[in-house]
Structure formats: structure tokens, C-alpha cells
């Protein structure tokens, strides 16, 4: 069975950093393609970026592009989110998912229906 668990949320000032840190148990982490969502107050779940499981492939949304930055290290069954020039509009519940579908190795998907399985969540608050 696998398990997610996300860490690294956090009160942070506009203009800051952080890193978010899914740690995976069970399962074989690096047959999977891995995302990061996420879901503001008041607002619907969106996607945030993904990471094919040979990392060859990233995705981001236009939102976070060239501020976030996803990896993983599939020796240590970890995925991170480096989140920086940190917005408010950031604000948000951040989530990790699992799309346990076998895809090629660029495979990186975007859509929420793709992701079979989520943790429970990290909260990022970004506010002066």
C-alpha cells in the first residue's frame, strides 16, 4: 500500500522560499509519475507541476513557472517542490499525488483525473 506524506509548508513572507517534501512508502516509486497540487480557500484544486518517473519530463503551470521547481530522487522515494518568489495568491493547501499508470518515461501528467492517490497536505501561507 502506498502512503504519501507531505512536509515543509509554512508562514512565509512575499518574495520568500520554500521547499515542500513528499516522502513515498510502499509501492515502486519510480514506475510512477508524481504531481503537485494544490487548493487555495475557497477555490477549486489546481494543478501546480509534475515529474515523469525517470524525471526526464517536468510540467508546470503558467502560475509557477520559472518560481517552482519539482525533482525527485527515486533511490530515496522523494519527491520535492522548490517554491520561490514566493506570491499570496501561493496561498494554499499543497498536496502530492501518484498516477500509478505505467507510462513512458516522459510521461507527466497534468490533469487531476490522472492521479490515483493524494496526501494529506502541507499549508503554505504567503503573507506580510
Known amino acids: 500500500q502506498v502512503h504519501l506524506g507531505e512536509s515543509g509548508g509554512g508562514l512565509v513572507q512575499p518574495g520568500g522560499s520554500l521547499n515542500l517534501t513528499c516522502a513515498v512508502s510502499g509501492g515502486t516509486f519510480n514506475r510512477y509519475a508524481m504531481g503537485w497540487l494544490r487548493q487555495a480557500p475557497g477555490k477549486k484544486r489546481e494543478f501546480v507541476a509534475a515529474?515523469?518517473?525517470?524525471?526526464?519530463?517536468?510540467v508546470y503551470s503558467d502560475s509557477v513557472k520559472d518560481r517552482f521547481t519539482i525533482s525527485r530522487d527515486n533511490t530515496k522515494n522523494m519527491l520535492w517542490l522548490q517554491m520561490h518568489n514566493l506570491k499570496p495568491e501561493d496561498t494554499a493547501v499543497y498536496y502530492c499525488a501518484v498516477d500509478f499508470a505505467a507510462g513512458d518515461s516522459s510521461y507527466a501528467p497534468t490533469a487531476q483525473r490522472a492521479y490515483d492517490l493524494w496526501g494529506q497536505g502541507t499549508e503554505v501561507t504567503v503573507s506580510s
Open positions: 515529474i515523469s518517473r525517470t524525471a526526464v519530463s517536468t
